[in-house]
């Protein structure tokens, strides 16, 4: 029992890497996909084709492929190595987070993208036809419809982001994978280690779920409550 | 003239390029990778329609047991599964072959585990999207079905799942996609797959980005490949559909 308390303490300094990862990479990744969706929506077309496909082949590519181009290919290109870029691609912390905002961005974008296009475009033009401003319709008209839609889909995202962070270790990231790695490999004790730190992901998992529903239902507005009144 | 006499020339240096240099570990790589992506594919389908009809059968506890499967598998971060699952298979089956009397020691392959945790977590999104798949199925149909003659098993085959099939096809792509996607692990446990091909290249040749390209390249073209051929299978089910 006292040796799982030790396997678990030494795992547990691994928790604040993993969380960082996490939340780190899942801004990056939501600031970025925001950027990419309003693009691919304010400049239909070829652009935003191009757009599309570019995100679609990220989202075909695994994360672990990602991550050994960033980590062993990178440093070999010499404007990397010789300006202020050489001293974020030289941690391999930097170069998870990197990787986890690139794959989180084109997968998000995807979702706020397709959360756009689901809103009734009456409600659109309801909206406008009441002299909203561009930006009040989107706020009044667009935002919430696009939260009540896109919301469940971001929730398994972020599910996955979590899930994904785990991949970190094979770049010499000590997060909880990379210490109960560490252990196994240490003490040839295969089963403690990992389940412990499967426990501590599925925690982090639960409690996840539990934030993203306590907030989903602070910011969304009902799709029935407003047919009710009228 | 000139195309008879360039067709030969082409194809013999194609195959003396592709013998010469990594192309044949990238041809076993594919295949390789294809198909523990499709053992993986296949059992988690297989593996979504059993819990769904366990879920569905009635049995006490049946629907918090499935729930709590596709809980924790779609918490638990794949690799650490396959890392578990690669280190104590091989004692856990020799441990077993030791309780009978007269087994002789026996060796897995790597690929068991690998399609193992594989199939475990694909078939713990299978078993969510058939669910949602089912919960929309009238149990009308199943009593329709029993009640024109068919045998339990045949309701299922052929009246309740092509229903379910229909609705789902869109996201059995992106399973499928995924599916692909996980072969990458694999690399971390050894096994000769795309990724560690060209990390092997990457290593020994100093010139990473010309086989990690290669590898991007091979998913890539997987993924278009895989939106098209289910794009197609959605409009035919769809024209299907208002054919009958």
Known sequence: ?230 | MITSSLVPKMVNFLIDYLTSGWGLQFLSAIGTSLMVAALGFISCIVIGILCTLFARSGFRGSVALVNLYTYVFRSLPDILLLILIFYTLDGAIQALLNLVPGMSDMRLSAYVPAVMSTSIVLGAYATELFRAGWADIPLGQHEAGRSLGFSPFQTLVLIILPQVYRKIIPHLGSLCLISMKETALLSIIGIPDIVRTASLGARSTGSPFVFYGIAIAIFVTFAILCSRIFAHLERSARQNRAGA
């Open chain 1, 1 to 230: 029992m006292s040796l799982l308390l030790d396997y678990a303490r030494e795992i547990l300094q691994g928790l604040g890497t993993t969380l960082s990862l996490f939340v780190i990479s899942l801004a990056i990744g939501f600031v970025l996909a925001s950027a990419v969706a309003a693009f691919q929506i304010r400049f239909p077309g070829i652009m935003a084709r191009s757009v599309w496909s570019l995100m679609f082949c990220i989202r075909g590519v695994p994360l672990l492929l990602i991550l050994y181009v960033v980590y062993y290919g990178f440093p070999l290109l010499s404007f990397i190595r010789e300006s202020f870029l050489w001293s974020l691609f030289a941690s391999p912390y930097w170069c998870a987070i990197i990787c986890l905002a690139f794959v989180e961005m084109a997968f998000t974008s995807e979702i706020i993208r397709g959360a756009y296009n689901q809103t009734p475009k009456e409600q659109v033009e309801a909206a406008k036809s009441l002299g909203l401003s561009g930006f009040q319709t989107f706020r009044v008209a667009i935002l919430p419809a696009m939260l009540r839609n896109g919301f469940p889909p971001y929730t398994t995202e972020v599910i996955l982001l979590c899930k994904s962070t785990a991949l970190a270790f094979t770049i010499t990231v000590m997060d909880i994978m990379g210490y109960a790695n560490e252990i196994r490999a240490r003490t040839l004790d295969i089963y403690h280690p990992l389940l412990i730190a499967g426990g501590i992901y599925i925690c982090i998992v639960v409690f996840t779920r539990l934030i993203l529903s306590t907030l989903f239902n602070l910011v969304a507005v009902g799709g029935t409550e407003a047919e009710d009144r009228a």
